[in-house]
């Protein structure tokens, strides 16, 4: 891999986008080998990935602006597509996936964030779809999910503005759960990876796809997929463990995702 780097430590993956000197832009190159690194995750013994970028300046500073200025109509929506495909890979991935925002993350680089499922930033931190000021539209799934993420009146004056937000900001509508000092983000990831790998991953999995699955459909719909989702965790062995632990009053000897 050229410009992804992987490291999996124990229980938790990290992915880095390594492009610095493009402050970690998305090419063609830098998505299929995203999408090559999710392939090879290891399911059985990773249980979180974190996502950031490299240096201290960005996270990703949005897709490669040279790449895109020449593509015709129909490369421009094959272009997107690429994107949008890996960014609901991730969105969808089985375990959960933290978006550690260390720097710019604009256009591609908010999207990206926003396919993850939680989202810490450095105080450093700058989010925006600055793209109607290059004459298109968000295309990695920008109009859709930061919608969702922080209401569809501000997401319309972000991208409508093309205007930048800060860390503070960002917390404050809800596009980030945190805000750290830059040298603190890393370790904070770390350490909310590490509380969500020690519970039980077949639940963690099926609590991701209920809440992800059930924001797609109405609330009888969505009450009929927890349903089946809490139902499939029965006759595990960790569910056995959990609950038999809790009834022994004695801690969790270990979860081991069967």
Do not use: H
Not at 4 to 9: F, K, M, S, V
Not at 155 to 160: F, G, N, R
Not at 163 to 186: C, Q, S, T, W
Not at 230 to 256: I, P, W
């Amino acid at each position: 891999m050229e410009f992804i780097n992987y490291e999996a430590e124990g229980m938790v993956g990290v992915i880095t986008i390594n492009r610095p000197k493009a402050l970690n832009a998305l090419n063609s190159q830098v998505l299929e080998e995203l999408d090559q690194t999710l392939n090879a995750v290891d399911l059985e013994s990773v249980r979180v990935l974190i996502l950031t970028g490299a240096g201290e300046k960005s996270f990703v500073a949005g897709a490669d602006i040279g790449e895109m200025s020449t593509l015709t109509k129909a490369e421009g929506e094959a272009f997107g597509k690429k994107g949008n495909d890996v960014f609901r890979k991730l969105e969808t991935f089985p375990i959960p996936v933290i978006a550690a925002v260390n720097g710019f993350a604009l256009g591609g680089g908010c999207e990206i964030s926003m396919s993850c499922d939680i989202r810490i930033c450095s105080e450093n931190a700058v989010f925006g779809q600055p793209e109607v000021g290059l004459g298109i539209t968000p295309g990695f799934g920008g109009t859709q999910r930061l919608a969702r993420i922080v209401g569809v009146g501000m997401a319309k004056q972000m991208i409508y503005s093309a205007r930048n937000i800060k860390a503070d900001e960002a917390f404050r509508i809800g596009l980030v759960n945190a805000v750290y000092p830059l040298e603190e983000l890393m370790p904070a990831a770390q350490k909310l990876a590490a509380a969500i790998a020690k519970n039980a991953p077949i639940a963690v999995r099926n609590c991701k796809k209920a809440i992800n699955d059930g924001l797609q459909v109405n609330m009888d719909e969505a009450i009929v997929i927890e349903e089946k989702l809490f139902g499939d965790c029965f006759e595990s062995y960790d569910q056995k463990e959990g609950m038999t632990a809790f009834l022994e009053k004695r801690k969790v000897e270990a979860f081991l995702n069967k």
